[in-house]
């Protein structure tokens, strides 16, 4: 463990040191961040009236919006001068969300993602293959600077040239694979084709987040490159990587790293707190950042937490693999859906490739979704065999998520790569507007 003291933590302690942390970082926000200030007013709330962890539910939310609302600094807690990094996430809409970090939340940082890299099986010495992206995303710096500060030689490769990639992973000898398991995907494809068995690289583990993906995926990418492949999770508006990661112990659900994180899970239509164990919506509060506090971020993060004792001997609560966002849920024909749910069930269905996008267009007044997915590479490629297997996806996905949906089959190689984050839905709707 990178941080053992802190990871087996008794739970009355981690509790007690939540609630010291929490009154600290509420009374701080308060007296420097204006809108937050505002925010707590429009409540009723002051910070005196936080007594226990539990009274954190009379406080309000912070979402996405006032992050944007404030664009670009003006949620932060700290002179702008005292900032050392910036980071933004692309929005698909208007201005990106802008995140910054003091000296201090660098080294929190590091350090969580250190603890992260060390539980999901890194040791001092190895070497890792970076293939998050650098930049203003935070997957590559986090893992960057985590890495080395765990002790491990770290390869700085970003995503892109994945033929470079297969390279390097090779003549380096990669112990760690850090790339966001669609990309990892591209890679294992990139590396067949040149003739490359990834199996015989001393690879022992693959650390993959950063979008939703499933457990047969997480198999296929075990097989792939024969590793444990591991699950970490994170979002900037929180730090970035590092919020929790798998133990390579028990490979089922992620610790959160509860020190330095509270979380809460809520109902996503009625914000009521849901009791521990159920499925509902992250929220996340910071308990030690400095520049950018959040209290109760909405993550639109579907998970659910446990606390039963984990074999690794860690006792922060584990969040489940979150099985899709909020906002990516699809409502067809009155039935939600999650892409997630769909890659579940196509990645290892026989003759297919894990290769897929869901395609959404207008029909009259309905919405309606065909299923692009590609044919395994050797598969016949014959009328009646491609007729057979679209229509076995159609029954299964009818009877397991009651959704009727169009499959097309496309040829190997069809289907875009991802480099970073896979785009797993084309949304034609509005093309298709009458
Ligand atoms: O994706 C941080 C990260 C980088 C995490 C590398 C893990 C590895 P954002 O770009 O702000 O930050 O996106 C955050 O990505 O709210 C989730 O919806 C999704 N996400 C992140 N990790 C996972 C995961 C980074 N393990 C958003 N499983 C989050 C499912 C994930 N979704």
């Known amino acids: 463990m990178f941080d053992r003291a802190a990871?087996?933590?008794?739970r009355d302690e981690l509790e007690a040191l939540q609630l010291h942390r929490l009154k600290q970082t509420i009374a701080r926000a308060y007296a420097q961040v204006p809108p937050f200030r505002r925010k707590l007013g429009a409540a009723g709330v002051r910070p005196e009236d936080l007594k226990t962890l539990a009274d954190v539910a009379r406080f309000p939310f912070t979402v996405k919006a006032d992050l944007r609302d404030n664009f670009p600094f003006g949620l932060f807690a700290v002179p702008r001068e005292s900032l050392?990094?910036?980071?933004?996430?692309?929005?698909?809409?208007?201005k990106p969300t802008v995140v910054g970090y003091t000296g201090a939340d660098l080294d929190l940082w590091s350090d969580l993602m250190a603890r992260s890299l060390a539980c999901m099986g890194a040791k001092p010495g190895d070497i890792l293959h970076n293939a998050y992206g650098y930049g203003l995303f935070t997957g590559g710096l986090g893992f960057h600077y985590g890495a080395e500060?765990?002790?491990l030689t770290t390869v700085p490769v970003s995503g892109g040239a994945t033929e470079r990639q297969v390279m390097l992973m090779q003549d380096f000898g990669a112990h760690i694979?850090?790339?966001t398991p669609s990309y990892a995907l591209n890679i294992a494809e990139v590396a067949a084709g040149m003739g490359v068995d990834l199996r015989a690289l001393p690879l022992r583990y693959g650390c993959f987040g950063a979008e939703p993906w499933s457990d047969p995926m997480r198999r296929e990418l075990e097989e792939k490159f024969a590793i444990k492949a591991m699950?970490?999770?994170g979002l900037s508006e929180i730090i970035g990587p590092g919020v929790a990661s798998e133990c390579h112990q028990a490979q089922h659900g992620l610790h959160l790293w509860e020190d330095h994180f509270l979380c809460e899970v809520i109902d996503p239509d009625t914000t009521t707190p849901l009791p521990l164990g159920e499925a509902g919506e992250l929220v996340l509060t910071t308990l030690t950042k400095e520049a950018l506090p959040m209290l109760r971020y909405r993550t639109r993060d579907i998970t659910r937490l446990i606390e039963e004792?984990?074999?690794?001997?860690?006792t922060h609560r584990r969040m489940l693999r979150v099985t899709g966002r909020s906002d990516d849920m699809l409502i067809i024909r009155g039935v939600n859906l999650y892409p997630s749910q769909v890659e579940a069930f196509l990645v290892g269905f026989p003759g297919l490739a894990p290769h897929y996008q869901l395609v959404l267009t207008r029909d009259g007044p309905m919405d309606a979704i065909t299923i692009e997915v590609e044919l395994a590479t050797g598969a016949p490629r014959d009328a009646p065999f491609a007729a057979k297997i679209a229509a076995d996806v159609r029954r299964h996905i009818k009877a397991m998520v009651g959704v009727s949906c169009d499959v097309v089959l496309k040829a190997p190689g069809e289907v875009p790569r991802s480099q970073g984050k896979a785009v797993r839905v084309k949304d034609l709707r509005?093309?298709?507007k009458p």
């Open 149 to 151: 500060r765990l002790g």
């Open 309 to 314: 004792p984990c074999v690794c001997g860690r």
């Open 84 to 94: 050392l990094r910036l980071h933004a996430s692309s929005g698909t809409t208007g």
């Open 7 to 10: 990871e087996t933590m008794a």
């Open 177 to 179: 694979l850090g790339a």
């Open 231 to 233: 699950d970490i999770y």
């Open 430 to 432: 509005q093309a298709n």
